[in-house]
């Protein structure tokens, strides 16, 4: 298999990929958000993902949810030293598929990695066109232009652009964007996606955000 590892301390990166290669897997590499987002995209052929959350230039998550986006479907692990049950939740509502916290077993994370990579994962059928995340400036690109989002907006239109013509419930949307535990009224979410329209309404957004009465958004 080849294994992706988007990790920023050197001795950690070191020992994953040695202890990938050891299990006869081949690894490429990424020491920050922004690198992942160059080798692991939509064209890698990756087939799992080890996601730090700690990383110098963004969170992890934010990184899962715009290669999610950019059409990326390899199971990701999260492994980091944020192990609570808050930060655990919040990486699945991300798009993660495990999590192992450190510091961890190296055969404990061979075995999870093998075990995703035998699940797989449902591939992207429909890809939002023209699009682009970035999940260090919380950020959204189209061809004529970009806008910042803030944390909360970036994480709303992550999760609608990660399940493209899918219905996403309120619910997930507020999985995503909020803590978890976090009480959002309607009113509050619908404001939220109001803003996010009008923000990408001045970049010419080829997408918008419909929203499905009673249910929750879909991107069309």
Not at 25 to 31: D, Y
Not at 89 to 113: C, H, M, N, Q, T
């Amino acid at each position: 298999m080849l294994i992706g590892i988007c990790e920023d301390d050197p001795a950690i990166r070191r020992l994953v990929t040695q202890a990938m290669g050891f299990a006869g897997h081949e690894v490429l590499t990424a020491h920050d958000g922004g690198e992942a987002l160059r080798r692991f995209g939509s064209d890698s052929a990756v087939d799992v993902l080890i996601m730090d959350i700690g990383l110098p230039d963004s969170d992890g998550r934010d990184v899962t949810q715009a290669l999610r986006s950019a059409g990326q479907s390899a199971p990701v692990l999260f492994l980091t030293a944020l192990g609570t049950v808050h930060d655990k939740l919040s990486g699945f509502s991300a798009g993660g598929d495990d999590y192992l916290a450190k510091p961890f077993d190296v055969k404990e994370l061979i075995a999870r990695v093998e075990a995703l990579a035998k699940r797989g994962r449902p591939a992207v059928t429909t890809e939002v066109s023209g699009l682009v995340l970035d999940p260090a400036r919380h950020g959204v690109r189209s061809e004529q232009g970009e806008i910042l989002l803030t944390p909360t907006e970036y994480r709303m239109l992550a999760a609608l652009t990660s399940r493209p013509g899918e219905v996403v419930r309120r619910r997930t949307v507020v999985a995503a964007a909020w803590p978890d535990g976090a009480v959002v009224n309607e009113n509050t979410i619908d404001s939220f996606v109001r803003r996010i329209r009008a923000k990408l309404d001045t970049i010419g957004s080829p997408v918008t955000i419909e929203t499905v009465r009673g249910v929750g958004f879909r991107l069309t």
